[in-house]
C-alpha cells in the first residue's frame, strides 16, 4: 500500500486511451478510484440488477467486453467465469 501503483495504472491508462481495459481489484473502493482517475475512459462497473441480462453480473460483463467498453469491478464479477466470458476476452466466438 502507498507506493504508488494505483497512481501509476491511471497515468498509463490515461496516456494509452486507445487501448482496452478491464481492471480487477478485491476492492469496491478501488475500482471507484479507477473510473474517478479515468473519466475519459468511460469505465462501467458490471451489474446484476439488469433484466436485459436476466440479473446476471457475469453476462452483463460479456456483453460489456464484446461491446468494446472499458470495465472495472471486483473479482467477484469474475467469481463464476465460464467459457463465454474467456472467448469474449479474447475475442473468440
Known amino acids: 500500500m502507498g507506493s504508488g501503483k494505483s497512481q501509476g ?3 498509463y491508462m490515461n496516456d ?3 487501448n482496452k481495459y478491464i481492471y480487477i481489484s478485491p ?3 478501488e475500482a471507484y478510484r479507477i473510473k474517478a482517475g479515468c473519466t ?4 462501467i462497473e458490471p451489474s446484476d440488477k439488469i433484466e ?3 440479473f446476471y453480473k457475469l453476462e452483463h460483463t460479456r456483453y460489456l467486453i464484446s ?4 470495465i472495472a ?16 476476452i479474447y475475442g473468440i466466438h
Open 9 to 11: 495504472i491511471i497515468k
Open 16 to 18: 494509452n486511451p486507445n
Open 27 to 29: 476492492y469496491l473502493e
Open 40 to 43: 475519459a475512459l468511460n469505465f
Open 52 to 54: 436485459k441480462f436476466n
Open 67 to 70: 461491446n468494446g467498453n472499458n
Open 73 to 88: 469491478t471486483t473479482h467477484m464479477a469474475f467469481r463464476r467465469s465460464n467459457e463465454k466470458l474467456t472467448s469474449s
